[in-house]
């Protein structure tokens, strides 16, 4: 057994990530890299139960690659690669599958709220736990980072984990543990959760003047030049507060003693954010032209997770009886 746990992290490659991506998901699964070997993966293969265009496909995933790499990811220190580089994930899936009822299925929130919805969902939708589950099992992972939307699939999964303990054998997978995201929620330029199908969405690296102009577009209070101002329910505050502490608390401090006004406390967000976002800004674009280099990088990452997934296999594969005990 490992003495160091292992933690992965799956990234669906369906938008471009933005200021809530990146303070509520992207910093926080970069900090467990400290603790844990950790593998960070981009689910293509999950983006393909919506995703129908291959350009569309291939682009996010360099999208995403990139950025996470310019938010500090270490591509040695860590495992970054592609869902599709690494086919064991399918033999896992089958076998997962064949432990599970079609009725946790179907109670699943997704494919329910499809149904609702009035869509006709594909199968893909309905399998979508059996393959999100078997991304964290094939890794002998210990830990996912998830929102309170994942909970569910998480669950699933650590069912399947104890069911096929409890059929093969002790020790056949481990069974993971969820780490529901307590990051402070991010407020969008609305003072609503940022979210890109609201429209409130603070840019990650789009250009300095575009990201400026978002900034100084966030709602703010009404008060005059001169009167003290509480910092505490402003949205400009809390941005700038999950940025960069010591800078929230100068602008707090400012807001409170009066003349100062709410386009001074924007201007200085912003300038708190190019400073956080500027050089990745950079090194962003830098990497998102060579598209050769993120594969290489990808490729490398692959090799490595699937010296991992085929020992979880083999091991699979001997307790299910398809090879001779070692
Ligand atoms: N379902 C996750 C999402 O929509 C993405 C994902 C796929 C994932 N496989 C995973 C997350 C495995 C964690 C672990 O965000």
């Known amino acids: ?6 933690s992965l992290t799956g ?24 603790q844990y070997r950790s593998l960070y993966f981009i689910a293509d293969y999950h983006a393909l139960t919506t995703v129908r265009d291959p350009e569309v496909l ?28 690494v086919p064991e994930v399918f033999e896992l899936s089958w076998t997962l599958s064949c432990l599970l009822a079609t009725g946790q299925l179907e109670r699943g929130h997704s494919y329910k709220d499809a149904l609702a919805k009035g869509d006709v969902p594909n199968a893909g939708i309905f399998y979508y736990p059996v393959l999100m589950a078997a991304d964290i099992l094939l890794y002998d992972t210990h830990v996912v980072p998830v ?16 069911r096929a303990n409890h059929v093969f054998g002790e020790g056949t997978l481990v069974v993971p543990e969820a780490h529901i995201g307590d990051a402070p929620l991010v407020p969008g330029t609305d003072g609503e959760k940022m979210s890109k199908s609201r ?3 603070i840019p990650l690296f789009a250009p ?19 009167e003290p101002k509480d910092p505490e329910p402003s949205t400009v505050y809390q941005l700038c507060r999950q940025v960069s502490p010591e800078a929230a608390a100068e602008m707090a401090e400012k807001l409170r003693a009066g003349n100062y006004g709410w386009g001074h406390a924007k201007q200085a967000l912003y300038e708190t954010l190019e400073a956080e976002l500027g050089p990745k800004r950079e090194t962003y674009q830098a990497l998102r032209a060579d598209e050769a280099k993120l594969d290489a990088l990808l490729e490398e990452g692959a090799e490595r997770a699937r010296v991992i ?3 979880t296999m083999g091991r699979v594969r001997r307790a299910i009886g398809m090879t001779r005990p070692a």
């Open 11 to 34: 990234i669906k490659p369906t938008n471009t990530p933005h200021l809530g991506n990146y303070l509520g998901a992207i910093r926080p699964a970069l900090e467990l890299a400290k």
């Open 147 to 162: 929102g309170k939307d994942q909970k569910q699939h998480l669950e699933l999964c650590r069912d399947v984990a104890q």
């Open 199 to 201: 429209g409130n969405g």
């Open 58 to 85: 291939r682009t996010s995933v360099y999208d995403v690659a990139a950025t996470w790499l310019a938010s500090g990811l270490d591509p040695e220190k860590t495992i970054l690669f592609r869902q599709s580089a």
């Open 1 to 6: 057994m490992r003495a160091v746990k292992t």
């Open 208 to 226: 300095a003047k575009k990201l400026r102009k978002v900034v100084m577009g966030i709602k703010t209070g009404s008060e005059t030049l001169e």
């Open 309 to 311: 997934a085929r020992e």
